[in-house]
C-alpha cells in the first residue's frame, strides 16, 4: 500500500515564496499548532496537487486566491506549486521508480499546468495514474475535512450509503458509468451523422473516382503521346547522327585522299622541277646543237662550193686526161717512131710503164670519183631526207613543246582547282562544323525541353495532386466544422438546459435555506417554549406535542439539510459540467477558428496554383511552339545536309576526275624519264663514239696533209687504203645511226638531240667527201706533175 512520503509547497497560501518541505511516515502522523498557523492549508495544498477543482472546498473563491497575497515586508507571488511524493516500492504508480511524484502550479493572471515525474501531463492523465491507488481528489475516503464527523451523525440512512460508497470507491464506478452511458448516447449520435456523411461523401466519391479513371485514362494517353514524341525525336537524332557519322567519314576519306593529293602534287611539282631543269638543259643542249646546226650549215655551204670548183677542177682534170691520152696517142705513134731508136728502148719502157700505172691509178680514180659520185648523190638524198626528218623533229619539238606548256597550263590549272578544291573543302569542314554545332545546340535544345517539359509536368501532377488534397482537407475541414457547429448547438442547448436547471436549482436552494431559516426560527422559539414550558409543572402534554412538533420539525430539517446538499452536489456537478462544457466550446471555438484559417490558407494556396498552372500551361504551348520550330529547323537542316552531300559527292567527282588525270600524266612523265634515260645513255655512246670518230678523222686528216705536202705515191696510197678503212668505218657507224635513228622515231622529248648528231655526222661525211675529193685532186696534181716532168725530159 502506497503512503505520502513528503509534501512540497512553494507559494501556495500563508507559506510565502520560500519551498516547505514536510516529510510524512507511514504510520500516523499528527500536525499541531494554534489558529491561524496554516495546519488546513496543509490539506488544502493536497487537495490542490490530487487535481481538487472546486475552490470552495479548498476555501477559495478563485485559484488565484491560492497563491501567496502577500505580508508585511513580503512580496505577493506570482505563482504557486505543490509536490507530492508518494511512495512506489510496489510499483503501483507507472514510471518504474521508487518515488512517484506529481506537481500541479498555478500562475497569477492565469495559465497552470500538471507534470509527472518531472514531466508535463495532463490532469487526466494523472487522475488516471492516482486511479490505480484507489485515489480520488473529489472523493471523501481520503480526506475528511471540518465538520464532516458532525454532519455524519446527523446523516440519513441513504446518505450514509451513499458515503460509504464514496469511501468504498463505489461511487467512482457509477459515475464513470453514467459517463460512459453518455459518451455511448453521444457516439451513437455521432454514428448516424457519420453515417448520412458517409453515404454522401460515397456519392461524391464514386463521382470522383470516375473523374479519376477520366484523369488516368487522360495521363495515360498523355504519356503515350510524350513517349511517341520523345520516341520520333530520338530518331530524328539517331538519323542525324548517323548522317552525321557517314558525313564524317566521307569528310575523313575526302581528306585522306586531299593529303594523298597533295603528297603526289608535292612528289609531282619536285618532278616538275627536276623535268622543267632537265627541259632547261634540253633546250640549252638545243640551243647549242642549233649554234652547231648553224655552223655546219655554212660548212656544208663552204664544202658545197669547194664541191663545185672542185668538179670544175674534175672538167679540167677529165680535159687534161683527154689531152694527155691524145698525147699518149702521139707519144705512141711517135713511139712507133722512134721503135729504130736504141737509146730511148728503156726510157720509153720505163714510160710506158709509168703510163700504164697511171692510166690504172687514173682508171681507179676514176672509178673511185664515180662511186663518190654515187656516195655522193646519195648523201645528198640523204641530207634532204635528213634534212625532212629535222623538220619533222623541228615540228615534234614545238609539238611537245605546245604539249609541255599545255601540260603546264593544265598543271597549273589543276593547282588553282586543287587550291579552290581546298577553300572549298575548308568551307565544307566549317559548315560541317556549324551543322554539327547547331545538330548539337539542337540536341541540347530538345534535351532541355524535354526536361522543361518533364519538370513542367512533375508541376502539373503535383498541383493536382494538391489540389485534389487541398480540396479532400477543405471538404474534410468543412464537414468537421458542420460537425463542429452541430456539437456546438448540442453544447448551446446544453449549456442553456444546465444554466436553467441551475437557476431553478439556485431559487430551491434559496427557497430551502428560508425554510430552513423558518425551521430554525421555528424550532428556536418551540426550544424557548419549551424552556418556559419546563417551569411549569402542568404543562407535561403540552411539552410532548412540542417535542413530537419538534421531533417532526427535525424530521423536515434533516429532510431539507439533505435536499439541500444533494442540490449542492447536483449544483457543483453542473458547475463542473458547465466549464467542461465551457472548455469544449472555447476548444471548438478555437478549432473553428483555426479550420477557417485553414481554408482562407487553402483558398490562397488555391489561388497560387491556378495562377502556377495558367503559367505552366502558357510555358507548355512555348515549348510547344519552341519544338515545332526545332523539328523546323531540323528538317532545314536535313535539306542543307543533303545539299552539301550533293556538293561534296560532285566535288569528289571532280577529285577522283583530277587524280585519274593526274595520275595519267604521273604516268606520261615516267614514261618519258625512262625513255629520257634510255635516250641520255644512248646519246653518251654516240657521243663518246662520235668524239672518237672526231679523233680518227682528225688523226687520219693529219696523215693525209702530211702525205700530201711529202707528194709521195706510196704514202698516198696507204693514206688511201686507210681512208678508205675509214670511210668503210663511217659507213658501218652510218648504219648503227640509222638504226638508232629508226629507234629513236619512237621517242618524242629526244628527237632534237638526234637530228643534231645526225648533221654533225653527214658533216663529217660531207667534210670526209671532200677530204676525198681534195686528195683525188691532190693526186691529180701530182700526175699532172709527173706527167709534165716526163714530158719535159722527153722534150
Given at each position: 500500500m502506497t503512503y505520502i512520503k513528503k509534501i512540497s509547497m512553494s507559494g501556495f497560501k500563508s507559506f510565502g515564496d520560500r519551498t516547505v518541505t514536510i516529510r510524512l511516515s507511514s504510520g500516523f502522523t499528527c500536525i499541531v499548532g494554534p489558529n491561524g498557523a496554516g495546519k488546513s492549508n496543509i490539506i488544502d495544498a493536497l487537495c490542490f496537487s490530487l487535481g481538487r477543482l472546486s475552490k470552495k472546498t479548498m476555501r477559495a473563491k478563485s485559484l488565484e486566491d491560492l497563491i501567496f497575497a502577500g505580508s508585511r515586508g513580503k512580496n505577493p507571488s506570482q505563482r504557486a506549486s505543490v509536490t507530492l511524493f508518494f511512495d512506489n516500492t510496489e510499483n503501483i504508480f507507472p514510471g518504474g521508480t521508487d518515488d512517484f511524484e506529481i506537481t500541479r502550479t498555478i500562475k497569477r493572471g492565469g495559465g497552470g499546468g500538471y507534470k509527472m515525474n518531472g514531466k508535463k501531463a495532463t490532469r487526466q492523465q494523472i487522475l488516471n495514474a492516482l486511479a490505480v491507488a484507489n485515489i480520488d481528489p473529489d472523493g471523501s475516503n481520503q480526506f475528511v475535512l471540518q465538520g464532516k464527523i458532525v454532519e455524519l451523525t446527523h446523516m440519513s440512512t441513504e446518505n450514509r450509503r451513499k458515503f460509504i460508497e464514496e469511501l468504498i470507491g463505489l461511487q467512482k464506478y457509477d459515475e464513470m458509468k453514467d459517463f460512459t452511458l453518455k459518451e455511448l448516447?453521444?457516439?451513437?449520435?455521432?454514428?448516424?451523422?457519420?453515417?448520412?456523411?458517409?453515404?454522401?461523401?460515397?456519392?461524391?466519391?464514386?463521382?470522383?473516382?470516375?473523374?479519376?479513371?477520366?484523369?488516368?485514362?487522360?495521363?495515360?494517353?498523355?504519356?503515350?503521346?510524350?513517349?511517341?514524341?520523345?520516341?520520333?525525336i530520338a530518331l530524328k537524332?539517331?538519323?542525324?547522327?548517323?548522317?552525321?557519322?557517314?558525313?564524317?567519314?566521307?569528310?575523313?576519306?575526302?581528306?585522306?585522299?586531299?593529303?594523298?593529293?597533295?603528297?603526289?602534287?608535292?612528289?609531282?611539282?619536285?618532278?616538275?622541277?627536276?623535268?622543267?631543269?632537265?627541259?632547261?638543259?634540253?633546250?640549252?643542249?638545243?640551243?647549242?646543237?642549233?649554234?652547231?646546226?648553224?655552223?655546219?650549215?655554212?660548212?656544208?655551204?663552204?664544202?658545197?662550193?669547194?664541191?663545185?670548183?672542185?668538179?670544175?677542177?674534175?672538167?679540167?682534170?677529165?680535159?687534161?686526161?683527154?689531152?694527155?691520152?691524145?698525147?699518149?696517142?702521139?707519144?705512141?705513134?711517135?713511139?712507133?717512131?722512134?721503135?729504130?731508136?736504141?737509146?730511148?728502148?728503156?726510157?720509153?719502157?720505163?714510160?710506158?710503164?709509168?703510163?700504164?700505172?697511171?692510166?690504172?691509178?687514173?682508171?681507179?680514180?676514176?672509178?673511185?670519183?664515180?662511186?663518190?659520185?654515187?656516195?655522193?648523190?646519195?648523201?645528198?638524198?640523204?641530207?634532204?631526207?635528213?634534212?625532212?626528218?629535222?623538220?619533222?623533229?623541228?615540228?615534234?619539238?614545238?609539238?611537245?613543246?605546245?604539249?609541255?606548256?599545255?601540260?603546264?597550263?593544265?598543271?597549273?590549272?589543276?593547282?588553282?582547282n586543287i587550291k579552290k578544291n581546298e577553300?572549298?573543302?575548308?568551307?565544307?569542314?566549317?559548315?560541317?562544323?556549324?551543322?554539327?554545332?547547331?545538330?548539337?545546340?539542337?540536341?541540347?535544345?530538345?534535351?532541355?525541353?524535354?526536361?522543361?517539359e518533364d519538370e513542367i509536368r512533375k508541376k502539373i501532377d503535383n498541383l493536382n495532386s494538391k489540389i485534389q488534397e487541398e480540396n479532400q482537407k477543405q471538404k474534410d475541414l468543412e464537414n468537421k466544422i458542420s460537425t463542429i457547429q452541430r456539437e456546438r448547438n448540442g453544447l448551446n442547448t446544453k449549456l442553456s438546459d444546465i444554466q436553467s436547471s441551475l437557476s431553478s436549482l439556485n431559487t430551491e436552494i434559496k427557497m430551502n435555506k428560508e425554510s430552513i431559516e423558518n425551521f430554525d426560527q421555528k424550532k428556536q422559539s418551540l426550544e424557548s417554549k419549551i424552556k418556559e414550558l419546563s417551569k411549569g409543572k402542568d404543562t407535561e402534554e403540552v411539552i410532548k406535542g412540542l417535542l413530537e412538533e419538534k421531533h417532526q420539525l427535525n424530521k423536515k430539517l434533516n429532510e431539507l439539510r439533505n435536499k439541500s446538499k444533494e442540490e449542492d452536489t447536483t449544483y457543483k456537478r453542473n458547475e463542473y459540467n458547465l466549464e467542461l462544457l465551457n472548455l469544449k466550446k472555447k476548444s471548438f471555438d478555437s478549432e473553428i477558428n483555426d479550420n477557417t484559417n485553414k481554408i482562407t490558407n487553402i483558398n490562397t494556396e488555391l489561388k497560387i496554383f491556378k495562377k502556377?498552372?495558367?503559367?505552366?500551361?502558357?510555358?507548355?504551348?512555348?515549348?510547344?511552339?519552341?519544338?515545332?520550330?526545332?523539328?523546323?529547323?531540323?528538317?532545314?537542316?536535313?535539306?542543307?545536309?543533303?545539299?552539301?552531300?550533293?556538293?561534296?559527292?560532285?566535288?569528289?567527282?571532280?577529285?577522283?576526275?583530277?587524280?585519274?588525270?593526274?595520275?595519267?600524266?604521273?604516268?606520261?612523265?615516267?614514261?618519258?624519264?625512262?625513255?629520257?634515260?634510255?635516250?641520255?645513255?644512248?646519246?653518251?655512246?654516240?657521243?663518246?663514239?662520235?668524239?672518237?670518230?672526231?679523233?680518227?678523222?682528225?688523226?687520219?686528216?693529219?696523215t693525209i696533209k702530211g702525205n700530201i705536202q711529202q707528194s709521195n705515191t706510196d704514202a698516198i696510197e696507204t693514206a688511201a687504203e686507210d681512208f678508205r678503212k675509214f670511210v668503210l668505218d663511217i659507213i658501218d657507224m652510218m648504219k648503227i645511226l640509222e638504226t638508232i635513228e629508226?629507234?629513236?622515231?619512237?621517242?618524242?622529248?629526244m628527237t632534237s638531240n638526234l637530228n643534231s648528231m645526225l648533221q654533225t655526222i653527214s658533216l663529217f661525211t660531207n667534210n670526209a667527201d671532200s677530204t676525198i675529193y681534195q686528195l683525188i685532186n691532190k693526186v691529180q696534181e701530182s700526175s699532172d706533175v709527173a706527167v709534165q716532168d716526163s714530158t719535159s725530159e722527153f722534150d
Open positions: 448516447e453521444k457516439a451513437e449520435r455521432d454514428l448516424g451523422q457519420f453515417e448520412a456523411i458517409f453515404k454522401e461523401v460515397a456519392a461524391q466519391l464514386r463521382k470522383v473516382e470516375k473523374e479519376k479513371n477520366d484523369a488516368l485514362a487522360w495521363k495515360e494517353l498523355d504519356e503515350k503521346i510524350n513517349y511517341y514524341n520523345a520516341q520520333l537524332i539517331s538519323k542525324l547522327q548517323r548522317e552525321e557519322t557517314a558525313l564524317e567519314k566521307n569528310v575523313e576519306e575526302a581528306q585522306k585522299i586531299i593529303e594523298e593529293l597533295n603528297e603526289k602534287i608535292t612528289r609531282r611539282e619536285d618532278l616538275l622541277k627536276q623535268e622543267s631543269l632537265v627541259m632547261e638543259n634540253i633546250q640549252n643542249s638545243i640551243n647549242e646543237k642549233e649554234k652547231e646546226k648553224e655552223q655546219i650549215v655554212e660548212n656544208i655551204t663552204q664544202f658545197k662550193t669547194q664541191l663545185s670548183s672542185n668538179q670544175a677542177k674534175f672538167n679540167l682534170g677529165k680535159k687534161s686526161i683527154e689531152k694527155l691520152t691524145s698525147e699518149s696517142n702521139k707519144l705512141e705513134s711517135l713511139q712507133m717512131e722512134l721503135e729504130e731508136g736504141q737509146n730511148f728502148d728503156s726510157l720509153i719502157d720505163q714510160a710506158s710503164a709509168e703510163i700504164v700505172n697511171i692510166e690504172l691509178k687514173i682508171q681507179e680514180a676514176k672509178d673511185e670519183i664515180d662511186i663518190r659520185q654515187q656516195k655522193q648523190v646519195e648523201i645528198e638524198g640523204k641530207i634532204k631526207a635528213k634534212a625532212g626528218e629535222k623538220s619533222n623533229f623541228k615540228n615534234e619539238i614545238s609539238i611537245l613543246k605546245q604539249s609541255i606548256s599545255s601540260n603546264n597550263a593544265r598543271i597549273k590549272v589543276l593547282t588553282q577553300e572549298k573543302k575548308k568551307n565544307l569542314e566549317t559548315e560541317l562544323q556549324k551543322l554539327k554545332g547547331e545538330a548539337t545546340s539542337i540536341q541540347e535544345a530538345i534535351l532541355e525541353t524535354k526536361g522543361l502556377e498552372l495558367t503559367n505552366i500551361e502558357r510555358e507548355k504551348k512555348n515549348l510547344d511552339i519552341k519544338t515545332s520550330d526545332l523539328n523546323q529547323n531540323i528538317i532545314n537542316l536535313n535539306k542543307e545536309i543533303e545539299t552539301k552531300i550533293i556538293k561534296k559527292e560532285n566535288i569528289q567527282g571532280r577529285l577522283d576526275d583530277l587524280s585519274k588525270e593526274k595520275d595519267i600524266s604521273l604516268k606520261r612523265i615516267e614514261k618519258s624519264e625512262k625513255d629520257y634515260d634510255k635516250n641520255t645513255k644512248d646519246i653518251t655512246g654516240i657521243l663518246s663514239i662520235l668524239n672518237m670518230l672526231t679523233q680518227n678523222i682528225n688523226i687520219s686528216v693529219e629508226f629507234e629513236t622515231e619512237k621517242m618524242d622529248s
